[in-house]
């Protein structure tokens, strides 16, 4: 039998469980049922920082660049529901962060530093880091 015949037929009969089912997503818009957790970031080195967000394991955002001896505010919310922070994009939506994370201007994927987020951020109503420069990297606590 030539391949050219017998592969349509192997084809046909190959299993579907591997099949993706497509469903509508719903996606959150709004602040009802959030709280406002801001989250200010303090640059106390002397170069630039740049800070983002990780809202999907293939989909990041800068969300502030910030300048020696200054600062910024981070507009974050959190469901008690799910445990979960997000940010709004500029149609409100809410996009749930992964991971926020701040590294040199320039180089800052390679000089990061994590900044990490939980339920006691929440519970206190807003979160303060200030940012530094070590040997290799940058360290926000």
């Known amino acids: 039998m030539k391949i050219r ?3 349509p037929v192997i084809l046909a009969f190959t299993s579907l ?11 959150r818009k709004g602040t009802d049922g959030l709280d406002m957790v801001p989250l200010t970031i303090s ?7 740049s800070c983002n967000a990780d809202f999907a ?9 910030i300048e020696p001896g200054k600062s910024a505010r981070i507009e974050l919310w959190f469901d008690p529901k799910t445990g979960t922070f997000t940010i709004l994009n500029d149609k409100r939506e809410n996009l749930p962060v992964e991971r926020l994370w ?3 201007s320039g180089r800052a994927y390679a000089t990061r530093a994590q900044i990490t987020l939980d339920r006691t ?10 940012c ?3 040997q290799d990297g940058l360290a926000c606590r």
């Open 5 to 7: 015949y017998a592969l």
């Open 17 to 27: 469980a591997n099949a993706v089912e497509l469903h509508h997503v719903i996606v």
């Open 43 to 49: 640059n106390a080195g002397k170069q630039d920082v």
């Open 57 to 65: 394991h293939w989909y990041s955002e800068g969300i502030a660049t």
């Open 102 to 104: 701040c590294g040199l």
């Open 121 to 130: 951020d929440a519970a206190k109503g807003a979160r303060a880091v200030s």
């Open 132 to 134: 530094s420069m070590l």
